[in-house]
C-alpha cells in the first residue's frame, strides 16, 4: 500500500514469506482489491513477525529492526484495516489514484496517526490515548533508527519500547483485524499470531525480571514516578539530582526530563499548550531555580504527590505550594491569605 512497503517486501522476510504461502495465494487471490488487502495484511503480519525475532535478540543491529518493522507492521496493518471499510480512505492526496495505480502501490498513503484517526472516525474504532502513546514511542525511535542510528538508547529501553508497542498490535489484531478477515486472512493471522505469542512471552519474562531485580533499589526512593522514555514505574528523584530511571537508565538534564514528562506522561505539549490552551504545568524551581518543578504529578501507583522538581528532587504535596498572586510563580510562603512569594512582597515594600 505504501510503496516504500511494497518495495521492503521484495526482500527478506517478504520474499520467505511470499515462497511459503505462494501457493495458497495463487488460489485465494481472486476478486479485485481483496486481493491487495490480503497481500497487505500478509506484509503487515510478515513484519510483525521479524520484529519479534529480532526483539529476542540483544545486539543493538537486532533491537534496531526490531522497532523499524514493528513500526511497519502497525503502519501496514492499521491501514489495511482502514482499507475495509473504503480503498479511497488509506489515499493521502485529494486525487484519487485509479484503482489500477491503487493495487500496484503507486500512491501517497496516509500516516499511522492519520489512518487511526479516520477509523475513529468513519468505524468507531477508537484508540485510547494511552495506546496512542505507546505507538509514538515506536514512532520515535523508528525515525531515530531510520535517520540516525540508535546510539545513546539503552537496549533496556527500545526492548522494553517495542514490547509495549508490540501489545498494541496485537490487540488492534485481535480486536480489530481479526473479526470479520476473510477466511485466509483469518487463517493467517492465527498462524502468526500462534507464533509470536510464544517469543512475546518470553520478552515480558525479561521485562518482568528486570523489574523485579530493581525493586531492592527503588524502595529506597519516596517517590517512583512512570518513565517518560520507558513508561515503567521507575523513574526516582534523588535528592540534589537530576530524575533518573532505574530501568533504562534515562537521565537526561532536569529540565528536559521535566518536559518529556509532561509530554509523554501528563499528555501536555508546548503544542497542546499554545494551540489548546491546555495549562503549562513546569514552573521554577522553589529550591534550585531551575525551570523542572512540576504540577500535578502522580506516583507509578497512581497516588498523587503534587509538585516535584526533576533537576533536584525536591518535592511538596498540592496544598505545600501556592501560585503567587503577584508573578505567578509557585511560592511557599502565605501570609494573611495572600500568596505572595518572597520576591513580590519584597518589591511590595520597596514602593512604600
Ligand atoms: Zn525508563
Ligand atoms: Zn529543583
Ligand atoms: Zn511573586
Not at 521492503?8 to 485465494?28: C, D, E, F, P
Not at 498490535?169 to 493471522?189: G, H, V
Not at 506522561?265 to 521554577?284: C, F, K, N, T
Not at 529550591?287 to 504540577?295: I, L
Amino acid at each position: 500500500m505504501d510503496p516504500k512497503a511494497h518495495v521492503i517486501a521484495q526482500g527478506g522476510h517478504g520474499l520467505r514469506r511470499a515462497r511459503m504461502l505462494g501457493r495458497r495465494s495463487v488460489i485465494s487471490w481472486r476478486g479485485e482489491l481483496k486481493d491487495v488487502n490480503w497481500g497487505v495484511v500478509n506484509n503487515g503480519l510478515d513484519f510483525l513477525e521479524s520484529s519479534v525475532e529480532h526483539l529476542a535478540k540483544s545486539n543493538n543491529r537486532s533491537l534496531k529492526y526490531a522497532a523499524l518493522h514493528l513500526y511497519a507492521s502497525t503502519e501496514t496493518l492499521v491501514k489495511a484495516r482502514l482499507a475495509r471499510e473504503h480503498w479511497t480512505l488509506v489515499v493521502a492526496d485529494a486525487n484519487v489514484p485509479s484503482k489500477a495505480a491503487f493495487k500496484s502501490g503507486d500512491f501517497k498513503s496516509i500516516s499511522l496517526a492519520q489512518a487511526l484517526q479516520r477509523l475513529a472516525a468513519v468505524a468507531d474504532v477508537v484508540t485510547d490515548s494511552k495506546a496512542v502513546g505507546r505507538i509514538k514511542d515506536v514512532e520515535k525511535l523508528r525515525n531515530r533508527a531510520a535517520h540516525f542510528s540508535l546510539g545513546g538508547e539503552t537496549p533496556e529501553r527500545v526492548r522494553v519500547v517495542v514490547a509495549r508497542g508490540l501489545d498494541f498490535t496485537l490487540q488492534f489484531i485481535e480486536k480489530e483485524l481479526r473479526p470479520e478477515a476473510p477466511i485466509e486472512e483469518a487463517r493467517l493471522i492465527d498462524e502468526t499470531l500462534g507464533r509470536v505469542r510464544e517469543a512475546i512471552g518470553r520478552i515480558q519474562v525479561l521485562v518482568q525480571e528486570r523489574m523485579r531485580s530493581l525493586q531492592g533499589s527503588l524502595t529506597g526512593f519516596p517517590v517512583v514516578l512512570d518513565c517518560p522514555a520507558c513508561r515503567q514505574a521507575s523513574l526516582v528523584l534523588p535528592s540534589g539530582h537530576a530524575a533518573k530511571c532505574l530501568y533504562c537508565l534515562y537521565n537526561p538534564d532536569g529540565e528536559v526530563c521535566a518536559e518529556e514528562y509532561s509530554a509523554s506522561i501528563l499528555e501536555i505539549s508546548r503544542y497542546s499548550h499554545a494551540a489548546e490552551g491546555v495549562d503549562w504545568p513546569i514552573y521554577s524551581c522553589l529550591n534550585c531555580g531551575a525551570e523542572a518543578f512540576v504540577d500535578h504529578i502522580y506516583t507509578a501507583s497512581g497516588e498523587e504527590v503534587g509538585w516535584a522538581c526533576f533537576a533536584c528532587g525536591y518535592y511538596a504535596p498540592t496544598g505545600d505550594i501556592a501560585i503567587c498572586s503577584g508573578c505567578g510563580s509557585p511560592t511557599d510562603t502565605m501570609r494573611g491569605g495572600l500568596s505572595l512569594c518572597a520576591d513580590c512582597v519584597a518589591a511590595k515594600f520597596e514602593k512604600f
